[in-house]
């Protein structure tokens, strides 16, 4: 019959076989609990026995079983070390970036060339006073023509066609429709405030028409209104020459022609000499010398009444003009249709 002794030495060598065959942490833990585990462990099965031992036997025995305790101890300890490294070493490997690839390159997006004119138009602007101020694309019949001396009948309503809405409750304003031009935030900023008023308005505007190569049906202006004591059209020029010097360059020249916005009274239009030829007649300004850039004028008298402004005391100018011409003309764009056609090779440009 085996002694104690003897089925500790075989336990331990056992155990530590295993011990090296075991691969991975589950493994471990399963030949710790065979081997080690308080309650069932074949160790701790034989270390039972020891005090049913005599004497002369028990001292032998316990020695080792000390000795073969602290063997699989370490050996278990060590085990664990190691497998832990190999843990650490194969994620390592299996999240390795290679820093010698190239990169891809990141797609940066850039401002629509709209938006940058818009900001260009609002900078020129700023360092005289105007602040910015939006309003309202879906708008009243009343503000978009009446308020602006365009009643019903008025023959200057055929220039601004537009799409109409139905509305339920009209406030004694008549119908909506969508906004033709931006000049209807003159009324609304005026019923908001008294003078002195120094505004700019960006915004989206529309139109019912067939599309052409100058002509869009969503499209965008900037209105500006300046109404205050004594604002004469000397005001006008001045401001608009400033305008067009800075946004242009310091050595334009600009031009006043008389036009007709029912909303003004003297209106003009306003041309700068052409960039592309400096005045002598070219494809961008049809031989002409002068690009037009913008409808301007003194505010009518009886828009101001309307609004509750006396024209005894108060007078203003009004200007409107387009981003996506601006844009055209600055950038030799032949076709207006290109800004909202979403082709990246157009936009990638800007
Ligand atoms: N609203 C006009 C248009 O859409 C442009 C315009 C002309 C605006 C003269 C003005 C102005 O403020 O004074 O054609």
Redesign the pocket.
Known sequence: MSTLTDELIDVETRALEELGRVADVDALEQWRVTYQGRRHGRLPNLLERLPALPVEERREAGRQANRVRSALESAYTERRAALERAHVTQRLSAEAIDVTLPGRRAHSGGLHPTTRTLREIIEAFRPMGFRVVEGPEVEWDYYNFEA?NIPADHPARD??DTLWLDSEDDEGKRPLLLR????PM?VRVMEAQQPPVRVLVPGR?FRHEATDASHESVFF?V???AVDRGVTFADLKGTLYTFARRMFGPDRRVRFRC?F?P??EP???MAIDCFGCRGAGCRTCGQSGWLEI????M?HPGVLKRVGYDPDIYTG??????PERIAMLRHGIDDIRHFYANDLGFLEQF
């Not at 033709?180 to 000049?183: D, E, Q």
């Open positions: 602006l220039q601004w033709t031009h931006t000049s003159q505007v202006q209105e500006g209104l036009d916005f909303f003004v209106g003009v239009d913008m409808g301007a004028g505010v100018f009004a200007f409107g003009m387009g």
